[in-house]
């Protein structure tokens, strides 16, 4: 294996938003996620309002699509 090409593996913090947090090993020292098998509808079985509003509108905005040329 050739030396000082690969990235340096370490111990890691996982958070997701809803609070939980793992440790675990990456090469990323800190990775942040909005959902996680605690906290996603289909793990849980309860829905939950996951705020994604408004993507499809930003879109359409940001390639000057009019709502009635896309459908």
Same mark, same amino acid.
């Given at each position: 294996?050739?030396?000082?090409? @690969? &990235?340096?593996?370490?111990k ?10 793992? $440790?675990? =090993? ?13 906290? @996603? &509808? ?14 499809? $509108?930003? =879109? ?12």
């Amino acid at each position: 294996m050739k030396k000082d090409i @690969h &990235p340096k593996y370490g111990k890691a913090t996982i958070s997701c938003a809803c609070g939980t947090v793992w $440790d675990t =090993f990456s090469t990323i020292p800190e990775v942040k996620v909005g959902i996680c098998a605690k906290c @996603h &509808p289909f793990f849980t079985g309860k829905n939950k309002f996951i705020d994604t509003a408004g993507r499809v $509108d930003k =879109f359409r905005k940001r390639y000057g699509i009019k709502a009635e040329d896309g459908e």
